[in-house]
């Protein structure tokens, strides 16, 4: 199977470190999302990254629904609950975490545009949609919805969009007064899925 990304989209991270954790072998097909000439339409109409191709050639994205097919597959170990209603939840919080790489994306975009065209009303506005969502996931690991040492889908795409704020600089005091989150994404940053999937320094 091959998986088709950038080594800096936390979506691509999310699942190459499903892929990795569960021992799936794969093939990492380099692809630059951004730059005017790539690849990434021919299996993404929508150029987006990352896309997954099966070896009997089907093609799967966006990060959600591959995360769904990957479980589909039934490698050890699951990501998501067995009971139906459980694991919409743990879905629910990981179209939060993507949000929160959504927004970040935006605000890495926006800053990279001429100091002029810049609009700090949109910023800011990305800024408050990465602070509710984080103060949101805070709170599940306060209402018992989520553990510090818990590996599921939610707690992965959480761990990836919080590196991804760390790496691009957004939101750098993301840490203070989130105890439970600061404490399980650095569970998770100590696995070697995490420390392979690590995106290359600028
Ligand atoms: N909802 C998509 C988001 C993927 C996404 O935004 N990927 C970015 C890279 S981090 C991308 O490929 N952007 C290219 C573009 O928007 O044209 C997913 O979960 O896969």
């Known amino acids: 199977m091959k998986l088709i990304g950038s080594y800096t989209s936390p979506f691509v991270r999310k699942i190459s470190v499903i892929l ?3 021992g799936i072998t794969f ?12 690849g990434v339409a021919q299996y993404n109409p929508l150029g987006k990254v990352p896309a997954l191709v099966t070896d009997e050639g089907e093609v799967w994205y966006d990060s959600p629904i591959i995360a769904q097919y990957i479980d589909l597959l039934n490698a050890e170990p699951p990501m998501l609950p067995a009971e139906p ?14 949000g929160i790489m ?15 065209q810049q609009s700090e009303t949109e910023l800011l506005r990305q800024r408050e949609k990465i602070s ?46 989130r105890p439970q989150l600061v404490k399980m994404v650095e569970n998770l940053f100590q696995r070697e899925s995490f420390a392979r999937t690590e995106p290359p320094k600028d």
Not at 27 to 38: D, H, K, L, S, T
Not at 85 to 98: C, G, H, T, V, Y
């Open 20 to 22: 990795l954790e569960k």
């Open 27 to 38: 093939e990492f097909v380099n692809e630059q999302p951004y730059n005017a000439i790539n």
């Open 85 to 98: 209603r459980a694991a919409l939840k743990i879905r629910q919080i990981e179209a939060l975490a993507d």
């Open 102 to 116: 959504d927004a970040a994306l935006v605000s890495v975009r926006e800053q990279a545009r001429p100091a002029a």
């Open 132 to 177: 509710r969502g984080l103060d949101t996931l805070e709170s599940y690991f306060s209402d018992g919805t989520l553990h510090i040492d818990e590996m599921n889908l939610a707690t992965v795409a959480i761990a990836c969009a919080i590196s991804y704020l760390n790496f691009r600089r957004v939101s750098p005091g993301w840490c203070v007064d």
